[in-house]
């Protein structure tokens, strides 16, 4: 089902413009128990979720916020039912699909971060195609987790560096974290400021790891497919309360 765009929104009083989160990520749990709390299949909880992240999304956009990350799917997501596993896979294909028209119009790039060989060809396809019809847009920019694995994006920036000093192309002292940045999937964006995670977890989930180092981390009970503006709403008012020291007085 296709969400109509929403009209912008003047950014709520309560909220100042120049403490806003330049980047937010969001670990979208609970699909699966908020469908089976309504006696439906795990997968309405997963199409639920994904016009959730929609309405996120314009709202980053209508608020001023510059980058999103979301976490669609791990690297230990594999261990789920299979039927769960292709039904997200069959979702994610279609959903890029249809809209990325709507993407285009709202000047919206989008990027994927994560093993991206690993998955189905023909989403692969539409990974390609979307990330290369938006890579110009000047809008908010879209990151999407998928196949991620923060410890195996540590370990891949490790080999990729280890290879180059093998050959000879840099020095152990050049390495330092600019570099080490530039050979992670996340190269090019910003860390998050925020990191919202819905349903009550407390963890990160190896999820973006070493970006993390210095996220202000806000928890709900909610579950992502009840997440809303009001409950963004909240959490930006919870960052804004914060004293980011980032290790100073």
């Known amino acids: 089902m296709t969400v ?8 709520p009083a ?19 128990r908020w469908a089976k709390r309504r006696g439906m299949p795990r997968i309405m909880g997963h199409r639920r979720g994904v016009d959730v992240l929609k309405e996120l999304l314009r709202c980053c956009r209508d608020w001023g916020i510059q980058a999103l990350t979301a976490y ?20 994610f294909e279609r959903v890029l699909r249809q809209e990325l028209r709507e993407m285009m119009q709202e000047n919206v790039q989008i990027r994927f971060v994560g093993n991206l060989h690993a998955l189905p060809t023909s989403l692969r396809d ?26 195996q ?6 080999r990729a560096i280890a290879t180059k000093v093998e050959q000879g192309l840099i ?30 977890e407390m963890r990160l989930s190896n999820f973006l790891l070493w970006q993390m ?21 909240q959490a930006l008012c919870d960052y804004q309360q914060r004293e980011r020291r980032f290790g100073k007085l």
Not at 14 to 32: F, K, Q, T, Y
Not at 153 to 158: G, H, N, P, Q, S
Not at 214 to 233: M, S
């Open 4 to 11: 109509q765009p929403t009209v912008l929104q003047e950014l």
């Open 14 to 32: 309560d909220l100042v413009r120049e403490r806003l989160p330049r980047h937010v990520a969001v670990i979208m749990d609970g699909n699966g």
């Open 72 to 91: 669609a799917f791990s690297t230990e997501n594999w261990g789920r039912p299979s039927e769960e596993v292709e039904f997200l896979m069959t979702l």
């Open 126 to 151: 539409e990974i390609e195609r979307s990330v290369t019809a938006t890579k110009n847009n000047q809008g908010i920019q879209f990151t999407i987790a998928t196949n991620y694995g923060g410890r």
């Open 153 to 158: 994006e540590i370990l891949k920036a490790c």
């Open 171 to 200: 020095q152990p002292e050049q390495i330092d974290e600019a570099m080490f940045e530039r050979h992670l999937y996340t190269s090019g964006v910003c860390d998050p400021d925020l990191l919202i995670r819905t349903s009550g």
């Open 213 to 233: 180092a210095y996220a202000e981390i806000y928890v709900t009970d909610t579950f992502w497919p009840d997440f809303n503006r009001q409950e963004f709403h």
